[in-house]
């Protein structure tokens, strides 16, 4: 491990200084070998979900792994956008000059070295290496078990491009020791590894946060509210809780809760039964709900719960402070959606919830790198420090103080 670490140290000054230029042809290069092995991935990919089905994984974890040319051809397309974005690394930041005539800038520079820690998703794969090459960084990958072929083809793929272009595989690498003890030396090689960042479930981010040594940005569950205002148009709200819930459950952008304003609820709720029952969707509901419509039963547990299923809690409310307590008892600090056309209630939600993303008639889906126009992210970061909501390119950079004197001495 300590050797392995070592030449990721060391290749982090080959990646840190290089040229726009060079890191943009690198990653378009990587896009279209990725596109190339098509074939050889779907082919390791065939092995992990012949896997998954015999361990019994779920519908949702299933979806997340599959891969086929059109999955891989959008994971090449993410490379290409993430390679066309405006260059993070050496953005001067802020600049001024002191009373004694020193000019300070402070500059926009990589972290060093990264290790992420992710699940199921073989796609994480590829844009994680990118976005860490982007921004300067090597990226040491740790993915799932349940993905593990698909993503020793895909960073082997990699890897390859970067040995075509002259540059050192340790530059974006799979931890050779994918075991939980693995996992335990890396978070604690402080002297090699600048930051960690755990996407996953809840046992992994507790496991990484409590023992590493290494800083770490969780990227933890996303139990996603949304509030149907009183004040809202019935057929947007339909839409946009049906879009929240259905259009892919097993992410974690998808509203695990509906809430709703009960002066509406006699309305609006058989609309919405009628809407999430074409969708297939479970729906759990408190006593007020239940006395307007046949849901089961929502129970404490519900409303703590991250679903990553076509499931779905719904609470009735009196008035907004109430669905902002709701949402600050059981939220996650990941996403939370108003719908409503008063522009008070609007304001108020907005600065008043807590979360890395607050929406206004919107979907929570849109809690997404790509959606927010980053190409792809590293994860959903629920910290406050360094980095809140979708992590791409410029928050996986920190900065230094470049001071320039003329013989001043203090």
């Not at 020193?102 to 926009?108: A, D, Q």
């Not at 149907?228 to 947007?236: L, R, S």
């Not at 299923?309 to 600090?333: T, W």
């Not at 008639?361 to 994860?379: H, I, K, L, W, Y």
């Amino acid at each position: 491990m300590e050797k392995y670490l070592k030449e990721a140290k060391e290749a982090a000054s080959a990646v840190a200084t290089l040229s726009p230029e060079r890191k943009k042809r690198v990653l378009q290069r990587i896009a279209d070998d990725l596109v190339a092995n098509s074939a050889l991935i779907v082919e390791h990919n065939k092995f992990d979900m012949e896997e998954g089905k015999r361990n019994g994984l779920s519908s949702a974890l299933m979806d997340r792994l599959y891969l086929d040319d059109a999955r891989i051809e959008a994971m090449a397309q993410a490379v290409r956008e993430i390679a066309a974005l405006k260059e993070p690394v050496g953005r001067v930041l802020d600049g001024w000059t002191t009373d004694n005539g020193l000019r300070i800038e402070k500059v926009s520079i990589p972290i060093g070295v990264i290790g992420i820690i992710y699940e199921s998703r073989p796609n994480v794969t590829s844009d994680a290496a990118a976005l860490c090459f982007k921004s300067g960084n090597v990226a040491i990958l740790k993915g799932g078990k349940e993905a593990q072929k698909s993503n020793e083809a895909i960073a082997s793929v990699i890897q390859k491009s970067l040995e075509a272009e002259g540059l050192p595989k340790a530059v974006i690498s799979l931890l050779p020791d994918a075991s939980r003890e693995g996992v335990a030396k890396l978070i604690k090689m402080d002297q090699y590894v600048d930051l960690i960042i755990p996407r996953g479930g809840e046992g992994l981010i507790r496991y990484v946060s409590e023992n590493a040594t290494v800083p770490v940005v969780k990227h933890d569950k996303g139990l996603c509210h949304t509030y149907i205002h009183k004040g809202a148009d019935f057929e947007e709200a339909i839409a946009i809780a049906v879009n929240a819930k259905c259009q892919r459950p097993g992410v974690c952008n998808a509203m695990e809760t509906l809430i709703v304003d009960e002066s509406i609820a006699g309305e609006l709720l058989p609309q919405l039964k009628a809407a999430f029952e074409a969708q297939h969707t479970e729906l759990l509901g408190d006593a007020t709900t239940r006395e307007i419509i046949d849901v089961a039963e929502a129970t404490e547990e519900d409303y703590a719960t991250e679903y990553l299923a076509n499931k779905l809690s719904i609470r009735l409310v009196s008035n907004i402070d109430e669905a902002i307590a709701h949402i600050r008892k059981y939220g996650s600090g990941h996403s939370e959606a108003i719908v409503t056309n008063d522009h008070r209630a609007a304001e108020k939600f907005l600065n008043e919830v807590d979360a890395a993303c607050v929406y206004v008639n919107a979907s929570t889906r849109f809690t997404d790198g790509g959606a927010f126009g980053f190409g792809a992210e590293v994860g959903i970061s629920t910290n406050k420090l360094h980095a809140r909501g979708p992590m791409g390119i410029n928050d996986l950079t920190t900065y230094k103080y470049k001071i320039f004197g003329e013989g001043q001495i203090r």
